[in-house]
């Protein structure tokens, strides 16, 4: 190859950044281990009211009309209530989900989507998330479904633990670069399966 195109080759190579997504899947089948309830912590749906709340602690990322949309076609939103104050939600879809520009994920009937999940900081650590998540697949299960999905990005330290402690596994790896940070490339998938405690580092 003409040395030219070899460094320029190079230096494209240098620019470019990857980051890797993971997305897990929960047969709801399966056991699942129900934390002990918080102490003074009150476990509800959420409703049009509790949006701007729900929005605030994800950092205002969504517009609430977005999210009371989806709430109309039918995702749900449990959320731990605090002396009035939400203090932790788990959000779940049971439609397509699109995930990025090129990558909408598909979700087969008597599956769901983890949308998100969050604890806020001043409670962490304290099996918040581990109750809650378990509190929704149970509200899964009793509503027939089999099984649900989440991903996240493989630096997430604490949701990986998080979801391995409640039970998920690797389903793929979605591995997308962008050069320069700036221009994103297709993401290339690749198999995952088995426990994420031997497959996330
Ligand atoms: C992920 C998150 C929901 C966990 O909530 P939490 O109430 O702190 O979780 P728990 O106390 O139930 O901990 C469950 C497990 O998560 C892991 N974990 C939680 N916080 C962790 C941290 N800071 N570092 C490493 N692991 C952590 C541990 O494996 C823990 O199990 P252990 O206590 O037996 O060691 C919370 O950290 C959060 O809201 N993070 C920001 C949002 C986010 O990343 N959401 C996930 C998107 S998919």
Redesign the pocket.
């Known amino acids: 190859m003409a040395p030219f195109r070899e460094s320029i080759k190079r230096i494209a190579r240098s620019m470019r950044t990857c980051e890797e997504w993971l997305e897990l899947i929960r047969d709801l089948e399966e056991p699942i281990i129900t ?1 002990r309830a918080p102490v003074g912590l009150e476990l509800r749906w959420a409703h049009k009211g509790d949006l701007f709340a729900i929005n605030a602690l994800e950092g205002f990322v969504k517009e609430t009309d977005f999210m009371e949309a989806s709430l109309r076609k039918g995702d749900r939103c449990l959320v731990l209530e605090d002396d009035g104050g939400i203090c ?1 939600f788990a959000w779940v879809t049971f439609r397509d989900f699109r995930l990025a520009l090129w990558y909408t994920l598909k979700l087969a009937p008597g599956w769901s989507y ?1 949308v ?6 001043a ?11 378990g509190a929704l697949m149970e509200s899964l299960r009793e509503g027939d479904y089999k099984g649900v999905i ?3 990005y493989n630096n ?10 409640m039970g998920f596994r690797i389903h793929r790896r979605l591995s997308q670069c962008k050069i320069l940070s700036i221009l994103p490339t297709p993401p290339t998938e690749e198999a995952g399966s088995g426990n994420i405690a031997d497959q996330s580092r």
């Open positions: 934390a932790a983890l998100y999940i969050f604890v806020h900081p409670y962490a650590r304290q099996g918040i998330g581990s109750y809650l998540l989440s991903g996240m997430w330290e604490a949701s990986i633990g998080l979801h391995k402690k």
